[in-house]
Every structure is written in C-alpha cells, then in structure tokens.
C-alpha cells in the first residue's frame, strides 16, 4: 500500500476517498449503482492507506455494508407484496425502477420525479395490465412498491452517513 500512496500522496487519497463517498450517495438513489459498497471502498481506502481503523469498526462498516445490499432487494418486493401485488406487479416495479433511473440520468428538470415515478407506475401497469388486477388492487400494490422504494433509500443513505462520518474521523485522526 505503500506504493499505492506514494503514487497518489495524501491529498490524492483524501480526494479519491471523497469522490467515493459522492458517488456512494448518488448509488443510494440510482439503483443501477452500488452506493453503499462505493462508501465502504472509501473506508477500506484510509484504512489501509493512511490511518487504521479498529477492526470493530471495519466489522461494523463491512456487516453494514452486507446487510443494507441485501435489505436493498428485499424491501421494494416486500412492499409490494405487502400490500397486494402479485409477481406481475414486482416485475413491473423493477422495470419501472430501471427505466425511472433511466430517464431520471437523461434528464435535467424531472429526473428526481421520475425515479420515484418509475416503480410506482411499473408496479401499476404490472398489475393492472398484465395481471389484470382490479384499478384499486394495481394502485395499492403501486403505492406499497413506492414505500419499499423510498425506505430502502431512505435506509442506504442513513448508512452511507454513517459510513461518510466514519471516513472522516479517519482522516481528521491521520492529521
């Protein structure tokens, strides 16, 4: 590692690990982007490079880590199962996910609508069309697809905090 930061020196390694936090945040609501892995890479980072951490903290970080990628799958399916849907309507969740993400990345001004809006409406189109569910059905089942959305996000960007604090102790201590 030594190596490693005699090439990019302190301030490069400090930048970097930053520039993984950013991304981290961005990962916590675009689903095609690990947010949460990228914030632990930044940990790993000053860990190994400039200041080591206890190893209960990179226990915790790493079983954070694990636990909020899995939580991640779980919680948009649970939801919308968790208020009526059927498979159709998960599958139209996750469709409306990528293409929300899509546009909300191509886009300037609705891009944050439109990642919300993505798994709601794939759930309700998922539902009421391919499941031929009645509209009351395929709108509850859209509305639990969007809280599963939102509190999963909601939970990867509490850990990346805490992941980014951690990060920053680090630092603050090598100095």
């Known amino acids: 590692m030594e190596v490693f930061l005699d090439g990019l020196g302190v301030w490069g390694v400090i930048t970097l690990g930053t520039a993984l936090i950013f991304v981290a945040y961005a990962g916590s609501l675009l689903p095609a982007l690990p947010g949460v892995p990228f914030a632990t890479l930044a940990v ?25 990628s899995f939580v991640d799958y779980v919680v948009p399916i649970w939801g919308t199962k968790k208020y009526g849907g059927s498979p159709s309507g998960v599958r139209g969740s996750t469709v409306g996910l990528i293409i929300g993400a899509l546009v909300s990345f191509m886009s300037g001004g609705i891009g ?11 759930a309700y189109i998922g539902e009421r069309y391919f499941a031929k569910a009645e509209k009351k059905v395929a709108l509850r089942s859209a509305w639990g697809s969007l809280v599963g959305f939102m509190a999963g996000t909601i939970g990867k960007l509490a850990v990346v905090s805490i992941i980014a604090v951690i990060f920053v102790i680090g630092v603050i201590r090598y100095f």
């Open 112 to 122: 944050i609508v439109a990642l919300f809006a993505g798994p709601f409406l794939g």
């Open 44 to 68: 790993l980072l000053v860990h190994f490079t400039l200041n080591k951490y206890p190893w209960y903290i990179l226990a915790i970080v790493i079983v954070l880590t694990i636990l909020v």
